[in-house]
């Protein structure tokens, strides 16, 4: 076995046995890393609370056969704001699931780490704006991963959009009045909705926390995104069928 150092984000962990836990990593270099913590349930462990998700650390581990081993683990933000609200945390556990879906076992990529990184940062200093900034890490996630949605003109015939432009999924953005036939499941996005998207693509994360936008506006944004991540994924996640919930 072979050792080596990362700096990674907690995905999630399970149990192993009577006192061991798998833990899923978020590496800087190595991508989403799968990781035994031994004896990391033992009153006594070494490790103590330094899994757990949300919490940036600085690891040392073995290369296993099939998982590798943690051998010792600082907390760099253990981020203990998230956990202590409500919202923060279900807001946060969403990014987490979702970047747990979409990263690779083994595959580095730095751009999804530090977006999760910074929108760790700003949900833990944040007093309001939760669901708009899990709605923006939505936006970036599928930016960086090659998915941006494009909302300036019709992404089939390059004219304006319209007045009420539809958002076209299997297209991936918006498209006008005369070539919606061509996608029969796009959905029709008010103006208000696009111009606050296009507004949420280009801003910094820090500045989402300041923002006013009005709930219809957001619930609308909100419903968009989940079902535009889903269509790429092509998965639902239990962490997104919960907050929906919150819309009925």
């Known amino acids: 076995m072979s050792l080596y150092k990362a700096k990674g984000i907690v995905l999630k962990t399970h149990k192993l046995g009577e006192s061991d836990r798998i833990i899923t990593v978020l590496t800087n270099h190595y991508g989403k890393v799968g990781a035994v913590a031994k004896g990391v349930r033992k009153t006594k462990s070494k490790f103590g609370s330094r899994l757990e998700p949300f919490t940036h650390v600085d690891?040392?581990?073995?290369?296993?056969?099939?998982?590798?081993?943690?051998?010792?683990?600082?907390?760099?933000?253990?981020?203990?704001?998230?956990?202590?609200?409500?919202?923060?945390?279900?807001?946060?556990?969403?990014?987490?699931?979702?970047?747990?879906?979409?990263?690779?076992?083994?595959?580095?990529?730095?751009?999804?780490?530090?977006?999760?990184?910074?929108s760790l940062d700003v949900l833990s200093r944040a007093k309001k704006?939760?669901?708009?900034?899990?709605?923006?890490?939505?936006?970036?996630?599928m930016a960086v991963s090659g998915f941006m949605p494009k909302l300036e003109h019709c992404v089939l015939c390059k004219k304006s959009p319209g007045a009420k432009p539809h958002f076209s999924f299997e297209w991936g953005g918006a498209i006008c009045d005369e070539c919606s036939p061509m996608d029969k499941n796009s959905v029709v996005v008010t103006p208000a909705a696009a111009e606050v998207l296009l507004r949420l693509i280009r801003i910094p994360l820090n500045d989402i926390v300041d923002m006013d936008v009005i709930a219809l506006v957001e619930d609308e944004l909100y419903l968009l995104m989940r079902d535009y991540v889903g269509y790429y994924i092509q998965a639902r996640l239990k962490s997104r069928e919960c907050l929906s919930q919150f819309l009925c």
């Open 129 to 141: 704006n939760f669901r708009l900034l899990l709605i923006t890490f939505d936006i970036k996630l």
């Open 59 to 118: 690891l040392v581990l073995y290369k296993g056969r099939n998982l590798d081993i943690v051998t010792q683990a600082e907390i760099i933000n253990a981020f203990s704001r998230i956990r202590d609200s409500f919202d923060r945390i279900t807001y946060g556990s969403a990014m987490l699931d979702l970047v747990t879906k979409v990263s690779v076992e083994g595959e580095r990529d730095i751009a999804l780490y530090n977006l999760l990184l910074k």
